[in-house]
Nanobody, 120 residues
Framework: QVQVVESGGGLVQPGGSLRLSCAAS????????VGWYRQVPGKQRDLVAG???????NYADSVKGRFTISRDNAKNTAYLQMNSLKPEDTAVYYC??????????????WGQGTRVTVSS
């Protein structure tokens, strides 16, 4: 059993910063990839940033230069550092983790989401 839990959301003023965390626990052999997505009511869930093991991070055009995705493999935790936040960044942010539970099986897990509100 694997659990994925996001944290770090909240209310921040425009221009401010937040750091989201995504912690995976349970039967983890290795984490193959991590993605941060966001969703606003009535719209689809969109990829914000992603990174695969051994690969370079990729970002949505709307967050390039402002957001940074990173991983701490020892802690099975990923982060999304969000700087220069804008009102349009307001959304529920979800972590998506591709986890290998052994050398032959891997699965994708979603966290429950953390709300980010950018407003003055």
């Amino acid at each position: 059993q694997v659990q994925v839990v996001e944290s770090g959301g909240g209310l921040v003023q425009p221009g401010g910063s937040l750091r989201l965390s995504c912690a995976a626990s349970g039967s983890i052999f290795t984490i193959r990839a991590v993605g941060w997505y966001r969703q606003v009511p009535g719209k689809q869930r969109d990829l914000v940033a992603g990174i695969r093991s051994g690969g370079n991070p990729n970002y949505a055009d709307s967050v390039k230069g402002r957001f940074t995705i990173s991983r701490d493999n020892a802690k099975n935790t990923a982060y999304l550092q969000m700087n220069s936040l804008k009102p349009e960044d307001t959304a529920v942010y979800y972590c998506n983790v591709e986890i290998a539970v052994d050398t032959a099986h891997h699965y994708v897990y979603w966290g429950q989401g953390t709300r980010v509100t950018v407003s003055s």
